[in-house]
């Protein structure tokens, strides 16, 4: 099954976006959908347990953001480089999938430099994502160490930092 996702699109005036997370975090907005009604209203996330029932199932995303904005080094100029996922963790190299900001400076094997790493960029696709495949002369396990040191958690663009 796929879902488009267009269908995630939608207008959210400025000063509904939070720019930093509440404390306690329990006091947290939580919008509430009667399904036979179609009413709708805002609790807090403290009220959860009073709208749960028998049978329901909590999904719980556990995953961790890891600092994954890192500045990529090419012909003397800065670039920003978003690590998506590795793709292959070898011993000596890891190939990473990744988006690269004005990446039309980058051409097909050039070598560039992620900190001390040499890179090149392996591989570019056709569709419109602007994701590429690059490889990195470092290990995964060197590269995740590398980006807690020198990254950056990746924030969206609507929030301030």
């Known amino acids: 099954m796929s879902i488009s996702i267009n269908l995630f699109d939608y207008h959210l005036s400025p000063e509904r976006i939070a720019q930093q997370s509440i404390e306690p975090r329990d006091v947290a907005r939580m919008l509430v959908l009667d399904r036979l009604s179609g009413a709708r209203e805002h609790r807090q996330i403290m009220d959860l347990l009073t709208f749960l029932r ?21 012909r003397g100029r800065t670039y920003e480089l978003f690590l998506l996922r590795c793709l292959h963790g070898g011993v000596e190299t890891s190939r990473w999938k990744v988006l690269i900001k004005r990446l039309r400076r980058f051409h097909l094997g050039e ?42 958690i990746p924030i969206p663009a609507y929030i301030a930092d």
Request: glycine share 6%.
């Open 54 to 74: 028998s049978g329901d199932v909590l999904v719980f995303n556990n995953t961790k953001v890891f600092k994954a904005r890192l500045t990529a080094q090419l």
């Open 111 to 152: 070598t560039f430099f992620v900190g001390s790493f040499p890179a090149r960029l392996v591989r570019l696709y056709e569709d419109e994502s602007g994701e590429v495949e690059i490889e990195i002369e470092a290990s995964e396990a060197e590269v995740f160490a590398y980006c807690e040191v020198s990254g950056h």
